[in-house]
């Protein structure tokens, strides 16, 4: 297996205040805009681009966790059932633009499921999906981000690991591993 740094520490959090400044942009001072990490690994993405916001325009911005296990296409197709994840969204989406927030952007699969969830929270006025890292060559579904920290072109067989201090790890480092020798 080998493993390729794709972005360190220092470069991942020049990523991270990118993305910021590009949602302050668009979203200015988010009265009606709120932050919905998913669930498993997009809500540690979503708590730092939440708290550098937070610091950088002095207000407070709703963040929620939403978890699309049971709105996936391949939930009853795996072998051992996936146990679901916590879904806490304590505000009301309806009429509101959510930012979606995940890790890695793979197949789309996750993405449609997360919609589907979303739904019964309100129907947005607007949706608009950040990942950090887009895996563009996989897509089965014709969805595409609106703010991407790095696009990566990557083959089926890699992975695409994200390691953040949040998750427990020493640094915040994002790996692209072969898994074919």
Same mark, same amino acid.
């Given at each position: ?33 709120? @932050? ?5 690994? /997009? @809500?540690? #993405?979503?708590? @730092?681009?939440?708290?550098? #916001? ?37 505000? @009301? %989406?309806? /009429?509101?633009?959510? %930012? ?18 979303? %739904? ?20 089965? #579904? =014709? %969805?595409? =981000? ?36």
């Amino acid at each position: 297996m080998q493993k390729k740094l794709i972005l360190d520490s220092d470069l991942l959090d020049i990523t991270l205040s990118r993305l910021c400044q590009q949602l302050i942009e668009n979203h200015q001072s988010f009265e009606e805009s709120v @932050i919905l990490g998913l669930q498993p690994r /997009g @809500i540690f #993405l979503a708590e @730092i681009i939440h708290k550098k #916001l937070e610091k950088l325009i002095r207000k407070d911005i709703p963040m929620g966790y939403l978890d699309a296990t049971f709105h996936r296409d391949d939930f009853r197709r795996r072998e051992i059932p996936v146990k679901a994840s916590e879904v806490r969204i304590p505000f @009301i %989406i309806e /009429g509101k633009k959510v %930012i979606l927030v995940d890790d890695v952007l793979f197949t789309g699969r996750t993405v449609r499921a997360a919609l589907d969830a979303m %739904i019964a929270f309100g129907r947005p006025a607007k949706v608009e999906l950040l990942v950090l890292i887009d895996r563009r060559h996989n897509r089965d #579904l =014709p %969805i595409a =981000p609106d703010y991407v920290g790095r696009t990566v072109n990557t083959l089926s067989t890699q992975k695409v690991l994200v390691e953040l201090e949040a998750q427990g790890h020493e640094q915040n480092k994002i790996w692209l591993i072969n898994n074919k020798d």
